[in-house]
């Protein structure tokens, strides 16, 4: 809390307003928000099924496949950056393949935001929506199947709605990994105003030349996060409860 | 040492340190008759540009060798932040800046307690992977969209440094990266992941021979300087005196020139 009480303080409130309508601002803003939900929900589609796997099935591995799903959150984001070139960069070996053959160049663009975002914040979903899978009572589940439910209709049917806070949970903890992401972006997608700069790269940069236009930016995106995730928050208490369907 | 550590700790704990840099005083001996006398003692903390990380270790090394009880610690980081944090009350001895902005920062406060002297120069190069993919050749590439190139954000030194180049040659660059600082921008050009990059030529000599350097005349508009001083806070004045002199004397100026850096007001 004290950190933040140091921004408060610092903060050249006089001028605010001119800081705040330069219009990199408002582009560097937009584009946190929009790659942030974007690797969201990429997290969603893909990091669910992977922590119902991990929780539930009994594949041989999986503790090996939990290890890997978990790298992301002990590896310096500057790391993974460089490991995402390895395999997404025109030299890396998908990458390169995307390149020659389609004339696909993932780098530098707002896709490697989203991708880089992807990858340091799922993790956090995953584990989350893991731990709900695991406190959930199976017995439901397997009720479900005695009634003739397939196992699609029971994951959707009662899997999903047992585990809905946990995924909730996760959901906001990996868009706010994703918004705050710094180390694997600027090194995957670099910085562009407008494709790839986002906050957090905005703020850093503003850091070098303009410190007081840092301390504005950084209040920004802690506002709008905050903002956001005030206002879920009460959506999913109001909806508590619902089916979920 | 391993032994000994333990023992002199039982025998009297406040003696480890010295008990410690009694090892090795017949290997230093022979060193310690240097020009500094090998007198020097305590901690010297250097701040420094981290383009100079590779050259003030070596020095520093050297330093330490002459001086057996001396301790060398470096903080090497962009010089920016740097400046911030002894402007923020970080205990330094010495900072090598690599630019003057940033040591008028520092002499703003008031934080020098020597006039700072310019020990070297670095200018611009144009970094590309040895295989040179995109056929670069000069500084007017720097305008071709279809090459993916990076140069730093004008927000740090070495983009400070592109900007005034570009706008001598006349070229509105088509970037596809704004780097952060001019280490990121080296590491995408080492990966091939951009076609050329904007860097200095310091770093390009450290990249080793996954980078091939492209010299330009354009470079001459944008000479980068770096200044050093002592500093009010120094808590070893003799040793940052020591340190300057090195890094000033003609051992410390090769070795800057071995690296890529060049010697002031050549």
Not at chain 2, 2 to 27: H, Q, Y
Not at chain 2, 249 to 259: E, M, N
Request: with cysteine; proline share 6%.
């Amino acid at each position: 809390m004290l950190p933040l009480l140091g921004l408060l303080i610092r903060a050249p409130w006089s001028d605010l307003w001119p800081q705040l309508t330069e219009p990199q601002v408002g582009q560097a803003l937009r584009l946190s928000l929009v790659s942030a939900t974007l690797a969201t929900l990429v997290s969603l589609v893909l990091g669910v099924p992977i922590a119902w796997v991990l929780a539930r099935s009994t594949i041989p591995g999986r503790s090996v496949l939990r290890a890997l799903v978990t790298v992301p959150l002990v590896l310096p984001p500057v790391v993974g950056g460089v490991a995402l070139f390895l395999v997404l960069g025109r030299q890396g070996i998908i990458g390169r393949v995307l390149h020659e053959q389609f004339d696909v160049t993932i780098p530098f663009t707002t896709t490697a935001v989203v991708i880089a975002e992807t990858f340091v914040a799922m993790p956090f979903l995953v584990i989350s929506v893991e731990g709900a899978l695991r406190a959930a009572d199976a017995r439901f589940e397997d009720a479900a199947a005695t009634l003739g439910a397939d196992r699609w209709t029971t994951f959707r049917r009662v899997t999903l709605p047992l585990v809905a806070p946990g995924v909730a949970a996760g959901a906001v903890l990996c868009w706010a990994r994703a918004l705050g992401e710094f180390g694997a972006t600027i090194t995957f997608a670099g910085n562009f105003p407008g494709t790839t700069q986002t906050m957090p790269l905005a703020v850093y940069l503003a850091l070098q030349s303009n410190p007081e236009g840092a301390i504005v930016l950084s209040l920004v995106l802690l506002f709008v996060s905050l903002a956001t995730l005030l206002l879920l928050r009460d959506r999913w208490l109001g909806r508590s409860g619902s089916p979920v369907t | 040492m391993r032994l000994r550590v333990p023992l002199a700790l039982a025998a009297a704990g406040l003696l480890t340190l010295t008990a410690c840099g009694s090892d090795e005083p017949t290997e230093a001996a022979a060193a310690g008759t240097s020009a500094d006398g090998g007198g020097l003692t305590g901690t010297l903390t250097v701040f420094a540009a981290a383009s100079l990380t590779d050259v003030f270790t070596d020095l520093g090394d050297q330093l330490m060798a002459d001086n057996p009880d001396l301790t060398v610690t470096f903080n090497f980081a962009g010089s920016s932040a740097l400046a911030t944090q002894i402007t923020q009350g970080a205990p330094a001895d010495v900072f090598a800046s690599a630019n003057q902005t940033q040591m008028t920062v520092v002499t703003d406060a008031g934080l020098n307690s020597d006039e700072p002297t310019v020990f070297t120069e670095n200018v611009l190069e144009i970094a590309v992977p040895a295989d040179n993919p995109g056929d670069v050749t000069g500084l007017a590439d720097f305008a071709d969209a279809d090459l993916t190139l990076a140069i730093c954000a004008p927000d740090v030194p070495c983009g400070a440094a592109a900007e005034q180049v570009f706008e001598a040659a006349g070229i509105t660059a088509q970037p596809d990266t704004l780097e952060e600082d001019v280490r990121a921008a080296l590491t995408k050009v080492e990966l091939g992941e951009v076609d050329a990059a904007l860097v200095y030529a310091s770093d390009v000599q450290s990249a080793g021979s996954g980078v091939q350097g492209i010299e330009f005349p354009e470079a001459e508009d944008a000479v980068n300087e770096y200044p050093i001083t002592t500093l009010t806070a120094a808590t070893n004045p003799d040793a940052a005196q020591a340190f300057l002199d090195l890094v000033e004397s003609d051992a410390g100026q090769q070795a800057l020139t071995d690296a890529g850096f060049r010697s002031p007001s050549s």
